[in-house]
């Protein structure tokens, strides 16, 4: 045993290092994004995200074409079709007369997009006739294609036709018909050619000649721009998609941003309470995540009634937050809870730490994590319940476009003008793929747990 | 044990009263009239209808009334479908939707279980690529986008072939349930590949997969009596509210594959303000919903004592 | 490596038994569940056209409601009702009026006389009897059974006040002579009285299965009873329906299949058109978008005028700006219905309307159309401006308010309705407020007013002029932007008792023009539909009045 001397008892000096701390400290949201960073799939995500928003956002700054306008020269025009057109006079009704001889079924004047005129010599045995337009020759299964007029009366020999007629090839037939509308044979048929024309009023309207332009009739001309082609009512699918990007992820983001702030206030106020509070707070949560969620989302958009020139946006954004904030409460209320037992909320409180200091400094930040996955993988089930709304008639209403009420209008016209569907379609895909991936790399970055896997 | 049934029987009961008020007074409120139609009709005969259907009563009689009804179980005669009982519509139509519903849900639980454990088995390479693919098609693309892609594979596929293979639409017979529940399915399927593949590989880096491999135990025998069934265990948990959710959203499903189940008739009711017939569907459905949860739960008790324990 | 596909490839080899277990289970409930499905679902008869059974499938759009021809409003319920029962007269093959139960009829210009047939039959094998014609008409106009098609039955005489519940349903004027000779008395004279009685109201009810079925009559198939070419054997609700030859049926000209079957009910277009692509049902609509399939298909496409007229009505109540005509004229020089339907529609066998009356309708001696040709309508944005600011100055106001444009939820009509938004934005610089609501939304704002201009249609109930001609009469309840003249309340007194055919068509040319004068609508279109038929069955047919399709003159060639 040695023996200790007053000297002993001297003061130390206060050492300047004691610990030489090589790497910076990291805090868990620092980690968190480190990581983030470091996964792959997370990071093209969030590359995803930002194009969408700055599509939806910067994109009609830099395309800025009335999303309302109807070319109607132009209807379901496909991406990348020729836009080359020839000016003509405008459209004057015809009456059927022409100087050229008719021996059989005739193209009268140049067949245009505007109409395509025929004529044909009376046929044999017949009491009327039907004429039909098809886009193959018609065969020997004499498939005559598109039945577009009938007439019973053997004196009408002459036929306009004005049905949504494009550049392309068609073939006419006349059929001759008996008096009960039997058709009979010795069919006449004729190939034609119909040529993409504009009128100069109508260029004029659309802007695509200055008021100096000597252009006339015959001259050609380009038509308007559609670089994604247009819809069933010509009107420019590229603005459209932002417009309709606009809606969705308003309706994509703001509801579950919405649910989940009211969850959050909701659930910590049952959590932290506790007791009988947090019972009946709790039972209430409850009765509304029994309610069969599909069916009151329909029930609930009918029920606001959407008046006139409304859009339904609003209601559909209130339908979802009324339905969807009890998981979220849940959620927040089941962390709490926990966190609420953990060491450091004791010590923080032995250390006279203030109500309010526990909540905002430990608690809501120690859900953050959790709640920040919960948003990612909210927004992706957001967008998708709205396109199944408007998939059965119940979504946003028209003239506002969604994505999902353009692709449910894409679907009808699925066969013929497919880009109509594959847009907006691929647009949803790509939000709930990327927001999902997200949701993943979030989920891995924010839990500790995983810190040593993957 | 019992007990604690009772309370969440009585729990439940409390429950559906809160769904079939909420119905009631949503019902209520929807603008519009029920009993108009194509050709007006003269005073006399709406005044008729009128109390044929009690809607000549205020309304917190009429609350009282259909509480009253609800409690025998009658949901009343739908307004649309004049002499039928929404009783009867209920047991004509549901059925359908919990038969693809179940089928549905098989589909997703197999495809998701051998999916899932075939990519962790292959981890990054070519089988795993090739079904993540498909996983996440079948979470990114809306499902009537499927479904109607479907129907039009159908009939490529029979065309090509040149007989009908499997029926393009319809109800009654085998071939003619396979596609739906196949497409109803296929969400859960992507999400249920997932979890396993996330199970699996979680389960091989657990310290007693690492021990059984230092024993010298065959890899085989690893695979089956550790691996697959510690990963398949968190599955099995979440196949309860899949059920659920799959049987009261086959409506997309339903309306493109012409399926006369339950959630194709609530839309066309929707569509014709059929007071009773939504009220019905939606205090069903929610019943249901409600009744399958608590079964659920019931079961987990026998199975897992902490929960009994818990309450 | 090695070692890692090594242990990869023993698990996979683990996992295919697994498979196959899994895969002998899941076959094990797939045959259970289809054990219970067969109970809930539909009659499959394998194909469109089944040779052997004489028996061909079909889809029908929309479960009806119920049965019961008196009280049947929508078209499911007539397509039915159309096969499985018989008036007194009914259509034949080339839409002409056609014996039916009643063997001969008068019609005089105070009431009509039918005589039953005494080989007409119900399915149960006991005689139709003039009993039961005067049960069922009794039955339709008592205000306790709420049918909302009374009003057709209104030329007997008191079936108005007997149906207001002014006088007890006895004393309607119609009244069973003996078992085989029906006696009415009218109202006021009514010539068309032959065409109306074709219409399923006036269908016969037989009392005592009426009474036996303690109020459910028409909800189930043993529930009815029939009198028609076919029997409705089976009906699983919502899903299918069998129909049988009728053994009793008298008319040998009609009803040639043993079997028609519904296997499927559901009214999406394209699942339709993908059910008779894959040879499943014998006939299918097809709309615009489907017409290249059908093209490169080489199917054999056809089409028919469905009867009915679409129109944009104006509210003229009080207080709107669509009451003013200078305003209601602007818009209807504005626009082009020729343009919606080539350019907007697009739909092959729609027609650019012109007229209240459709072109089918019947005039003297061919088509009312051609025999009184509608003022011509152009479009002309010089003379509708110059309108429009008349109307500014007759309303005193400088802006026009947002107008409401009420539309149904059909992608059909908001296709229309955004068009016009933008056309009336275009052309006349007004706002258009779109206001699509679900049926009885719409309905229900269409009878209280709440709109501008609502987007409505109309179908023809009989085959005579009037069923579109007293639409705007100011006592028609359907006459729902509450049009009101007395010049058209007088013509439409004409066209109701004038027995003179000339004088009463004079007058319905009348009311088309004081229609396009007074601006009442503004027309859309004529609504057709193009279809294809199995080429092996045969004598098929649309109809504009009546059942849409009709199956009754239908066989199958055999080849």
């Not at chain 1, 994509?252 to 909701?266: D, E, N, Q, R």
Request: charged share 20%; no cysteine; net charge negative.
């Amino acid at each position: 045993m040695s023996v200790l001397t007053p000297a002993d008892f001297e003061r130390i000096q206060y050492h300047q290092k004691t610990q030489n701390i090589s790497r910076p400290s990291l805090s868990y949201w620092s980690d968190a994004w480190i990581r983030l960073k470091g996964n792959k799939r997370t990071l093209f995500s969030l590359y995803l995200i930002v194009g969408l928003l700055a599509f939806t956002i910067l994109g009609p700054v830099f395309w800025n074409v009335d999303p309302a306008f109807q070319d109607l020269d132009q209807v379901s025009q496909a991406p990348g079709t020729s836009r080359l057109a020839i000016i003509v006079n405008d459209y004057e009704a015809w009456n059927g007369e022409s100087d050229i001889s008719i021996d059989a079924l005739r193209l009268v004047d140049r067949a245009t997009t505007m109409a395509v005129r025929l004529k044909w010599d009376t046929l044999p045995n017949a009491s009327g006739y039907r004429v039909y337009r098809n886009i193959f020759p018609v065969g020997p299964e004499q498939a005559y294609g598109i039945p577009l007029v009938e007439y019973f009366d053997n004196t009408v020999l002459f036929f306009e036709d004005r049905l949504d007629l494009k550049p392309r090839r068609y073939y006419y037939s006349v059929v001759p018909m008996d008096d009960r509308g039997n058709l009979l044979d010795g069919y006449q048929s004729i190939a034609v050619d119909p040529i993409r024309v504009t009128t100069l009023d109508e260029a004029r309207s659309k802007g695509l000649l200055t008021n100096e332009s000597t252009l006339q009739a015959g001259d050609s001309i380009n038509l308007s721009l559609h670089p994604l082609g247009t819809d069933y009512l010509g009107r420019d699918m590229l603005a459209r998609l932002m417009e309709g990007a606009r809606v969705s992820l308003f309706i994509g983001i703001g509801a579950p941003s919405l649910f989940i702030l009211f969850g959050i206030f909701y659930g910590s106020v049952a959590g932290f309470i506790g007791g009988r509070v947090d019972q009946i707070l709790m039972r209430f949560a409850d009765f509304v995540v029994a309610l069969p969620f599909l069916l009151f989302m329909i029930l609930f958009k009918i029920a606001f009634g959407i008046g006139p020139g409304e859009s339904g946006i609003f209601p559909m954004l209130v339908a979802l937050v009324v339905l969807m904030w009890p998981a979220t409460a849940r959620l927040v209320r089941g962390q709490i809870l926990q966190i609420r037992e953990h060491g450091y909320i004791g010590a923080s409180q032995l250390l006279g730490a203030k109500t309010n200091y526990l909540i905002f400094r430990h608690m809501l930040p120690n859900t953050l994590g959790v709640v920040l996955v919960t948003i990612t993988f909210a927004i992706p089930s957001a967008i998708f319940i709205e396109a199944f709304l408007s998939f059965v008639g119940m979504g946003v209403a028209p003239p506002t476009p969604s994505w999902g009420s353009m692709s449910n209008e894409g679907i009808k016209n699925m066969l013929t003008s497919p880009h109509e569907l594959i847009l907006p379609a691929i647009l949803i895909s790509v939000t709930v793929l990327a927001f999902n991936l997200l949701g993943d790399g979030l989920r891995d970055a924010l839990d500790a747990r995983l810190r040593n896997q993957e | 044990m019992f007990l604690y049934t009772l309370k969440r029987l009585f729990q439940g009961l409390v429950t559906v009263w809160f769904i079939a008020t909420a119905t009631f007074f949503a019902m209520h409120n929807v603008p519009g009239d029920p009993l108009l139609n194509d050709r007006a009709v003269s005073e006399a005969i709406r005044a008729n209808l009128e109390s044929k259907y009690g809607l000549d009563q205020p309304l917190s009689t009429q609350y009282f009334i259909y509480l009253r009804n609800l409690s025998t179980g009658d949901f009343g005669i739908s307004f649309t479908q004049e002499n039928r009982e929404v009783n009867d519509i209920i047991r004509e139509h549901f059925p359908v939707s919990a038969i693809l519903g179940i089928l549905a849900v098989v589909f997703a639980a197999t495809g998701g279980i051998l999916f899932g454990a075939l990519t962790a088995i292959y981890r990054n390479r070519l089988p795993d690529f090739i079904i993540m693919i498909l996983v996440i098609l079948g979470i990114s693309v809306p499902s009537f986008v499927i479904a109607a892609m479907s129907q039009l594979a159908l009939v490529s596929l029979n065309d090509l072939v040149g007989t009908t293979i499997l029926p393009v639409a319809g109800w009654g017979t085998i071939l003619h349930m396979l596609t739906p529940a196949l497409v109803l399915g296929l969400g859960t399927m992507a999400y249920l590949t997932r979890l396993m593949r996330s199970s699996m590989l979680e389960v091989v880096g657990s310290d007693y997969i690492r021990t059984a491999r230092s024993k010298g135990v065959p890899a085989p025998r690893i695979f089956t009596k550790h691996q697959i069934r510690n990963a398949i265990l968190p599955v099995v948990t979440v196949l309860g509210p899949s059920i659920a959710s799959i049987t009261t959203g086959g409506f997309v499903v339903e309306l493109v594959f012409a399926i006369p189940g339950l959630g194709r008739y609530f839309v066309q009711a929707v569509q014709q303000l059929d007071y009773t017939v939504i009220m019905g569907t939606t205090v069903f459905y929610g019943a249901f919903l409600v009744f399958m949860v608590i079964l659920v739960d019931v079961l987990y008790g026998f199975i897992d004592p902490r929960v009994r324990l818990e309450k | 490596m090695d070692k890692r596909s090594n242990y990869a490839g023993s698990a996979a080899k683990q996992l295919g038994v697994y498979a196959v277990y899994l895969a002998v289970a899941m076959a094990l409930i797939v045959y259970i569940l289809a054990f219970f499905a067969g109970t809930s679902g539909a009659l499959i008869n394998g194909g469109a056209i089944n040779e052997e059974r004489n028996s061909i499938t079909i889809a029908l759009a929309e479960e009806p409601p119920q049965l019961d021809s008196t009280r049947a409003t929508d078209a499911s319920s007539f397509i039915v009702i159309a096969h499985t029962m018989e008036g007194l007269i009914s259509y034949d093959d080339n839409d002409q009026l056609t014996p039916g139960v009643a063997e001969r009829w008068e019609i005089r210009d105070n009431g009509a006389t039918f005589w039953i047939r005494e080989e007409a039959r119900w399915s149960d094998g006991l005689p139709v009897t003039a009993h039961d014609f005067e049960y069922a008409w009794k039955r339709v106009v008592d205000p306790a059974t709420a049918g909302e098609y009374a009003f057709i039955l209104y030329p007997i005489k008191n079936a108005e006040a007997v149906n207001r519940g002014d006088l007890p349903k006895e004393a309607l004027g119609v009244r069973a002579v003996s078992d085989l000779v029906l006696q009415v008395d009218f109202e006021r004279p009514t010539p068309y009285f032959d065409k109306l009685v074709a219409f399923n109201t006036y269908y016969p009810v037989r009392e005592d299965f009426f009474v036996s079925t303690n109020g459910r009559y028409g909800a189930d198939a043993d529930m009815l009873l029939f009198n028609g070419p076919y029997v409705l054997t089976e009906w699983i609700h919502g899903a299918s329906m069998l129909w049988e030859k009728n053994p009793y049926y008298w008319n040998d000209e009609k009803g040639f299949l043993d079997e028609i079957v519904i296997a499927y009910i559901t009214n999406d277009v394209n699942a339709n058109l993908n059910l008779f692509k894959d040879g499943q049902i014998v006939q299918t609509s097809l709309t615009a978008p489907m017409l290249p399939t059908a093209m490169e298909q080489r199917w054999q496409i056809d089409r028919f005028m469905d009867g009915s007229l679409f129109f944009l009505e104006f509210n003229h109540r009080e207080g709107r700006v669509t009451e003013n005509l200078n305003f209601r004229k602007a818009l209807l020089l504005a626009q082009d219905p020729s343009e919606l339907v080539y350019k907007v529609l697009k739909e092959a066998s729609y027609l650019p309307a012109e007229s209240l009356f459709p072109v089918w309708i019947q005039g003297l001696q061919g088509a009312f159309r051609k025999e009184y040709p509608v003022p011509e309508h152009r479009m002309d944005l010089e003379r509708a401006r110059e309108h429009l600011e008349r109307a500014k100055l007759e309303l005193g106001i400088n802006d026009f308010p947002p107008i409401v444009l009420l539309t149904g939820d059909s992608s059909l009509s908001l296709l229309a309705a955004e068009y016009y938004q933008e056309l009336f934005k275009k052309n006349l610089g007004l706002e258009l407020r779109i206001d699509a609501q679900i049926f009885k939304q719409r309905l229900a704002k269409m009878t209280s007013g709440d709109f501008d201009i609502v987007m409505a249609g109309w179908g023809p109930d009989y085959f005579d002029a009037l069923t579109f001609g007293d639409l705007f009469s100011s006592w028609n309840l359907n006459n729902r932007g509450r049009y009101q003249s007395e010049q058209m309340d007088d013509l439409i007194r004409i066209a109701q008792s004038e027995l003179d055919p000339k004088k009463r068509m004079d007058a319905f040319s009348s009311i088309q023009d004081l229609i396009y004068e007074d601006v009442v609508i503004v027309p859309m279109y004529e609504r057709g539909i193009s279809f294809v038929v199995d080429p092996r069955l045969k004598g098929f047919k649309r109809r504009s009045v009546g059942p849409q399709v009709d199956y009754n003159y239908a066989y199958i060639e055999r080849l």
